[in-house]
């Protein structure tokens, strides 16, 4: 839409030629505000108001010529439209005004008057179209130069079309240089021909002319105006960020060389840890079975000789051995629990269980045990011998911690639950406290004294360990006098 109202200088010496071309002005806008000049004083002044948006000229003047009249509106304004609106002219008037910047030649006659019209409107809009593009140009360029990052247009043989003033700091120049080319090639940009549609990216380290260089992040995209190809590109100076990754990548380094290193020699201590602990073992229990063996064949050879105190302290020795050879033993058991590498395969319940009864054969008939199982168990995903070890310590704390004079009794049941199982062990055991329900799974805990209940203090700890090491879980529900329910929760076994 044109601006309201349309201000025009109208040149010409005749009243009557004035008068028409008014006329048809009026037509064609609603507001119209024509100045009509007459000698070359009221074009200075009017020329020195800027009160205008177009001037209509003839060619011939008493007091000048057209020709004459565009050069002092373009000297002064070149952005102004100018129409000439003449008979006197010729070819050679209208093609010497065209390169002065004339906006249309009219021929000046009856039939031409609304031709007059339709080229002044065209003319306003043509220069209110350039105004307002002039406009955005110059928003856009001051955008450009308010900002920290780079921009700049180029030729894909790396000729510098355009760029803002962060890019121009960025490359090392104060301003861009009007006598000589720039090729970004000559700073490692490596502009080329490209054949990509979509924008891309790439990481770059710029060369600078003082032989610095920069790491920067180029946005690039490809456009083509009238045929010719231009590479558009949004450049990030990321020297801080890549200088921080490079220190990263170097300290991630040495504390990977650290980690291996420190591996290492951790791999060798548990290796001597474990030639130590295997030796200690031989080293400690042999005199213990020697102790153990003949504390019970003089309490057998010569026990009725001997006091009843005396009996009674070869006994406790006789104990003692025995608890401090299963104590090493479930040490052993534990810190390899701690150190096997666990690959996890389907193991079946009942053959663990029935591994562990076998072993627990001698125990159970001397105490009367009542076990009753529910079969069938089901498979699960985990390690045969860990899981017999837990089953063992299971089923011998439920034979072991009942109330005196108590015939145990033990139930084991599997629950299956989505894509776990459950495996339980109920006894009829003295039971367990609620504030202690945690703290029995830690190593060498003992909730009962050595007088009436003997043990290490580590069975349940080897329990946890080795469930946790198959990715499992364990726990206990129970309250004092009433028994304990023992549960294991493992990895289910599916067949594909």
Not at 151 to 177: C, K, Q, T, Y
Not at 357 to 369: A, F, N, R, T, W
Not at 402 to 427: G, M, S, Y
Request: hydrophobic share 40%; proline share 3%.
């Amino acid at each position: 839409m044109l601006r309201q109202p349309v201000r025009i200088l109208l040149i010409d010496d005749n009243p009557d030629e004035r008068i028409l071309i008014i006329r048809q002005l009026e037509q064609e806008f609603d507001e119209l505000h024509v100045e009509q000049i007459v000698d070359a004083q009221e074009l200075t002044q009017l020329i020195n108001s800027e009160n205008f948006d177009l001037v209509i000229t003839d060619y011939h003047l008493i007091w000048t010529n057209g020709i004459e009249v565009l050069r002092a509106i373009k000297a002064r304004y070149p952005e102004k439209p100018v129409v000439m609106f003449t008979n006197t002219g010729s070819e050679e008037i209208a093609v010497e005004a065209m390169k002065l910047g004339l906006d249309d030649y009219v021929i000046k006659s009856p039939e031409h008057y609304i031709s007059l019209r339709v080229s002044v409107r065209n003319a306003l809009e043509r220069s209110q179209e350039r105004k307002r593009s002039y406009l955005l140009d110059l928003r856009l360029q001051s955008l450009l130069e308010r900002l920290n990052v780079g921009v700049f247009r180029a030729l894909p043989d790396g000729r510098l079309l355009e760029a803002n003033s962060a890019f121009l700091r960025l490359i090392g120049l104060d301003a861009f240089p009007t006598e000589q080319e720039v090729n970004l090639n000559d700073y490692a940009l490596q502009i080329g021909s490209y054949s990509q549609s979509k924008p891309w990216e790439r990481q770059v380290e710029l060369e600078r002319p003082d032989g610095s260089k920069v790491w920067v992040l180029l946005n690039e995209s490809v456009s083509k105006f009238d045929g010719t190809i231009l590479i558009d590109v949004l450049v990030e100076d990321i020297t801080e960020r890549v200088q921080a990754e490079m220190q990263i990548q170097q300290i991630n380094a040495t504390l990977e060389q650290r980690v291996i290193e420190r591996t290492q020699q951790l791999e060798q201590a548990n290796k001597d840890l474990e030639t130590f602990a295997y030796s200690m073992s031989h080293d400690i229990r042999e005199p213990l079975r020697t102790i153990h063996g003949f504390a019970r064949v003089i309490l057998e050879d010569f026990g009725e000789s001997l006091g009843t105190v005396c009996q009674d302290y070869l006994q406790r020795i006789i104990n003692g051995a025995k608890t401090l050879d299963e104590l090493i033993q479930n040490l052993l058991i534990y810190s390899r629990f701690n150190r096997t590498d666990i690959v996890l395969q389907p193991v079946a319940l009942d053959a663990v269980l029935n591994n562990a009864l076998s072993q627990l054969e001698e125990v159970i008939q001397d105490k009367g045990v009542e076990i009753t199982v529910e079969k069938p168990l089901p498979i699960v995903m985990g390690n045969y011998y860990m899981l017999i070890q837990i089953v063992l310590n299971l089923l011998s704390n439920a034979i072991k911690f009942v109330a005196p004079k108590t015939q145990p009794q033990i139930r084991i049941w599997a629950e299956e639950h989505e894509k776990n199982v459950c495996f339980w062990v109920q006894d009829n055991g003295i039971g367990i406290a609620p504030e202690n329900q945690q703290r029995i799974f830690q190593t060498f805990t003992r909730l009962n004294g050595a007088d009436f209940y003997q043990g290490s203090g580590i069975g349940l700890a080897l329990v946890r360990k080795g469930v946790e090491r198959m990715g499992g879980k364990v726990g206990v529900q129970s309250e004092l006098e009433e028994g304990s329910r023992f549960w294991v929760k493992l990895l289910q076994y599916k067949e594909e």
